[in-house]
């Protein structure tokens, strides 16, 4: 097993003192991306002691240390896991040949471009939650929140060192200019569509953790196939910080789910929002909005980018080792298409659908946590029941982009879609009632109204403990 230098200036398993030309890039860049943590890093905590998890090793058992840590004395680094000896590209057209320990000139360009895109993410993450410590409805989750953030940081760190280590002037550039874009600017915003919109609200933090950041997960997965090994290796050591981020989501709304349920058997009519809490089909239009957002994270269902990046090597399917085929070649996928008003299945060639291959296991471990919410509810003796959206419903990317579908996938006239959108989607009115209930608790064991307590608290800590020293 590697071994982690915790004590270098940055911190790192990745032997950088023996690459200085390296050492220094990322020196250089160190000042410029800590001033991005101060200016665009959660707003008004920069000064707390948070309760937090610190990665110092890689291996599965004991990565982690738990500590309080002052948010910009985190130490952020660079962690890969370990090699894996002799290993050979799983998929495409180099299936069985060995992988690539440097960028291929060939695929320099494309790599570049996925792993600029992945890397934008992460500080656009950290941008649009930088407000929610001043409404966190406990200590608990304002800890959660601020861990989440600080993972955040280390995942930029994790591309800006590929940047660095294997694509010259170019890489170092392009590391500037992803502290230099911002969520929401209009002049020079975030890549992809969902890391532009706002997170005000600590419901829409909870949708974004459990739908947004799963898309993360799936997308590392898919990039941990990649042949590219520096790639493969640096995601593979995301994905074991990834698995908090999707907790504190799902998590995060089941409790709200049962604080719902608690408070509508509190009521004479099983109205929450009489007993300040959020209603079930207002936490289901919340629902909509970021799985669809999320969905269009997966790029078009018919993509000849998809396609070259599966032929190349770079980019492969989740679990591509459980595939009997490796080369999806003449094989055709299923899809509804929109065709005069109408959707009919075509088929397409495979390699096209790999994007929708990869969201159809996005949407199975979506579904996933969706039923746990519901047996919440089936426990509590209330009958609504929540339920993922079409794949066709709100899409921006895509076949079914800007085409009007009820959330059931049948296609809807204009008129009608605009009459109905806010049955689906948060509207004003859900906004300002959601807005309203957003009042930060400082005081540990404490907690906000509309949410209930976690069973335990963190690392076999109980819930009242003090997560964050505030001042
Ligand atoms: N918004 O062939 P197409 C995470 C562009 S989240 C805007 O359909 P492709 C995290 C596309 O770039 C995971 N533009 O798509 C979560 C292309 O442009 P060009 C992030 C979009 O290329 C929470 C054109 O449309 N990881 O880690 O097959 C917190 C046609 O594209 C969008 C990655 O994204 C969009 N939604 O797939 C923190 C992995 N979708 O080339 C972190 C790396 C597509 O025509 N990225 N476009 O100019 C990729 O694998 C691919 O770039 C995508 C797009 C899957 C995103």
Redo the contacts with the bound molecule.
Sequence with gaps: MSTVDVNAKIPNNVDLQHDKRLLRALEQWQPNYMQWWMDMGPAGFQGADVWLRTATSVDAEGWAHFDYVKMPDYRWGIFLADPVPDRKIGFGDGYGQPTWPVVPGEHRNTLR???V??G???P???EQQRMLGQTAPSLYDMRNLFQ?NVE?GR?LWAMVYLLHSQFGRDGREEAEALLERRSGDSDKPR?????NQPIDNWLDFFM??MF?????????L??AESGFDPLSRTTRF?LTE?AH?MFVGETGVERIVQRTAELMKQDPNEDARAQGGVPLDMIQRYLNLWFA??L????????????S?FAAGL?GRYKEDTFADHLALDQAYRMAVPKEGRVVEEEVALRTA??EV?RDAYVDDCQRGVDRWNKRLEEAGISFRFELPSKRFYR???LYAGLPFDPEGRPLGREDWDRRRTEWLPGESDRAYVAALQKQVREAGQIAHWIGKPPRGIKGLPFEYEYVRLD
Excluded at 191 to 195: E, K, M, R, T, Y
Excluded at 212 to 220: F, I, V
């Design positions: 471009r996925l792993i895109t992945q934008d993410t992460e656009a993450s950290v989440v955040e995942h890549i992809l569509g969902a890391f974004f953790t947004t950041d799963r898309d993360g997960k799936y997308q590392l898919a990039l995301m990834e981020h957002l999320s269009d994270l997966f790029g078009g269902e018919i993509s000849s980018n998809a396609a990046f980019k790999m994007n990869l921006h990317i895509g």
